[in-house]
């Protein structure tokens, strides 16, 4: 399979799960009551989040969804250089989150560009979130683990001479 193909692959089936996933959260939680998966170690819990991560800037919805469209656009542009399974990995999981997010904020309530994200998974001590975090995070620990070994985008290794 060529890099391309492993974005593009990597992009899908994260946005699809995240897509599938908050949908069943809408659809089967309520506000008001937390289903445990696992004792307290992991429940769902449904939340609205028109802020970005830990809901900080909720009065910048717009600004966020703005942000999160250009952003899309550079990492897809950059995407297309990827030459390791890692990097391409990293920025395909990276675009599902991205546009995970972003597709709420456009299709959800209360409107285009200001629409609220769904998140629903708990764990104790940490804000509630969803699989587009998920898949945002494990890129940013792919990056910077090629980053701490020194694999640029096009594969070759930096000379740390």
């Known amino acids: 399979m060529g890099y391309r193909a492993l974005v593009a692959l990597a992009w899908l ?5 995240d897509q599938a996933t908050k949908a069943l959260a809408v659809d089967r939680l ?4 937390d289903v445990r998966v696992v004792g307290s170690l992991l429940q769902l819990h449904l939340t609205r ?9 909720t009065q910048f919805t717009v600004v966020l969804s703005c942000l999160a469209a250009v952003a899309t656009v550079v990492v897809a542009v950059i995407a297309l ?8 990995l990293a920025l395909g999981l990276l675009l ?6 972003l597709a709420d904020r456009v299709f959800r ?5 200001r629409g609220e994200v769904i998140d629903f998974l708990m764990l104790p001590h940490w804000p509630v979130f969803n699989v587009a975090d998920i898949c945002i995070t494990v890129a940013a620990a792919l990056i910077v683990l090629q980053a701490f070994r ?3 985008l ?3 290794r930096e000379d740390r001479s």
């Not at 089936?13 to 799960?17: A, E, F, P, R």
């Not at 599902?96 to 997010?101: M, S």
Request: neutral net charge; without cysteine.
């Open 13 to 17: 089936v994260g946005l699809g799960i």
């Open 30 to 33: 309520t506000d008001e009551d």
């Open 150 to 152: 020194g694999i640029r």
């Open 109 to 113: 309530a209360p409107g285009t560009l």
């Open 49 to 57: 989040n028109a802020g970005a991560a830990f809901s900080t800037g």
């Open 154 to 156: 096009d594969g070759r």
């Open 96 to 101: 599902a989150g991205i546009t995970g997010n």
């Open 81 to 88: 250089r990827a030459r390791t399974t890692v990097w391409a």
